[in-house]
Every structure is written in structure tokens, then in C-alpha cells.
């Protein structure tokens, strides 16, 4: 069975410290993608970052970077130097490449608040 | 160069009525994909397609349709709606493995 967990419903954030939000997920696939999108009051979804399972080094873009964590399947998103823009809903998300015909899976998300 | 696009942005509807949501891109994107947004839920696959002329189920398919005749093209069909499918349906793309490129999302009440 595929699934993500994502244990943090909502997360407090000083602006400019940085917040780590959690993401667990599960596969029998042995070759999977990880994903995390951000999802503003808007309402739009916007990609933020990608870890391909098989990437010997953690992603980086930017001010976000992916703490992964094989053995632990792990995919923890870390945000630093928080800003007010920041705060949104968070999804993680996890496409199987071989078992799941790459569907995508989506956590329940994490809502960030960044206090001024 | 548009991206992915939604048809319609709102729409109200009657318990039994029908309708056809359209979601179009224009980057040429093999796969294409359906969801609904609920309160607490996340996002759930209710189905998808891997190249024009085919689809598949996703995680919550029943009480939904759809169809990929055009490449550039993925409906998705309500055929008798009930008042469980208010939701906010977003549609994706993605060129491959990597990441997928939502619309903006239509937000549905069945009332």
C-alpha cells in the first residue's frame, strides 16, 4: 500500500527562523519520487521541490530544502528564513514509478502560520 | 502559453443533474490527472490518463467518468451528482516522472 502521513495539522513559524514540517511515507515500489507543494489561501498549487528516491543527496531550491531519510522513510520539508508569504497549506506527496502506474499520493497537508 | 486550464472556475448543481468538468493543457503532457480537494483530506486521485485514448482508475473513482479523446484534453463527468461530490476538483499534468502542473480548480456544490 502507498500512503503519505503527515503528522503536524497546523505549525507557528517567527518570520525569519526556520520551521522543519514532517512528511512519513510508505511503498512497496522500490524506485518512488517525493514531492512538496504548497497550496496558498489562493487556492493554486505550486511545486516546490523534488527528491527522486534513488538521489544520493537531499534537494535543495532555494529557501527549501528535502531532510530525506531512507531508512526512516522520511521526507521532511525544512523552510529557512521564513517570510510571511510562507504561510499555506503544505502537501507532500509521493509518485511510485513500477507498482502504482504513477499515480500520485498526497498527504492530508500541514497549515503554516508565519507571526510576524 | 496557458498551462493547465479549468472549465468551469464555479458551478452549483442539483442532486441528478450532470456535468462535464474540461481540463486542458497546452505543454504537451502525456499524463494527465483528476482530483478532489476535501476539508482534512488532502488531495485524492479519482482518475487519470498515461497518454490520449486511455484512462484509469485512481483511489476514488466511483460516481465519475472520464475521457481522453485529444491529447491535450481530460474530462471528467458527473453523470448523476450527489450532494458527497461538493468538493474543489483540480486537474494535472505532468510530462513524466517528475513533478506534476495543476489549474486553478473548480470548486463544485451539489446541493
Known amino acids: 500500500a502507498q500512503k503519505i502521513t503527515q503528522t503536524q495539522p497546523g505549525m507557528f513559524v517567527q518570520e525569519k527562523e526556520a520551521v522543519t514540517l514532517d512528511c512519513t511515507y510508505d511503498?512497496?515500489?522500490?524506485?518512488?519520487?517525493l514531492f512538496w507543494y504548497k497550496q496558498p489561501s489562493s487556492g493554486e498549487m505550486i511545486f516546490l521541490i523534488y527528491?527522486?528516491?534513488?538521489?544520493?543527496q537531499n534537494a535543495t531550491e532555494g529557501r527549501y530544502s528535502l531532510n530525506f531519510q531512507k531508512a526512516r522513510k522520511s521526507a521532511n520539508l525544512v523552510i529557512s528564513a521564513s517570510q510571511l508569504g510562507d504561510s499555506a497549506m503544505y502537501f507532500c506527496?509521493?509518485?511510485?514509478?513500477?507498482?502504482?502506474?504513477?499515480?500520485?499520493?498526497f498527504g492530508t497537508g500541514t497549515s503554516l502560520t508565519v507571526i510576524p | 502559453n496557458a498551462g493547465v486550464t479549468q472549465t468551469p472556475k464555479f458551478r452549483v448543481l442539483k442532486t441528478g443533474q450532470s456535468m462535464t468538468l474540461l481540463c486542458a493543457q497546452d505543454?504537451?503532457?502525456?499524463?494527465m490527472y483528476w482530483y478532489r480537494q476535501d476539508p482534512g483530506m488532502g488531495l485524492r486521485l479519482i482518475h487519470y490518463?498515461?497518454?490520449?485514448?486511455?484512462?484509469a482508475k485512481g483511489e476514488v473513482p466511483d460516481g465519475y467518468n472520464v475521457s481522453r479523446l485529444k491529447k491535450q484534453n481530460f474530462l471528467l463527468g458527473l453523470e448523476s451528482a450527489a450532494p458527497s461530490q461538493t468538493s474543489v476538483y483540480f486537474c494535472?499534468?505532468?510530462?513524466?516522472?517528475?513533478?506534476?502542473?495543476f489549474g486553478p480548480g473548480t470548486r463544485l456544490t451539489v446541493t
Open positions: 527528491q527522486g528516491s534513488y538521489d544520493q
Open positions: 490518463s498515461v497518454g490520449e485514448g486511455t484512462t
Open positions: 506527496a509521493m509518485r511510485g514509478r513500477l507498482n502504482t502506474g504513477n499515480q500520485f499520493y
Open positions: 505543454m504537451n503532457h502525456e499524463y
Open positions: 511503498t512497496s515500489d522500490p524506485s518512488y519520487g
Open positions: 494535472a499534468s505532468s510530462p513524466g516522472t517528475l513533478e506534476q502542473y
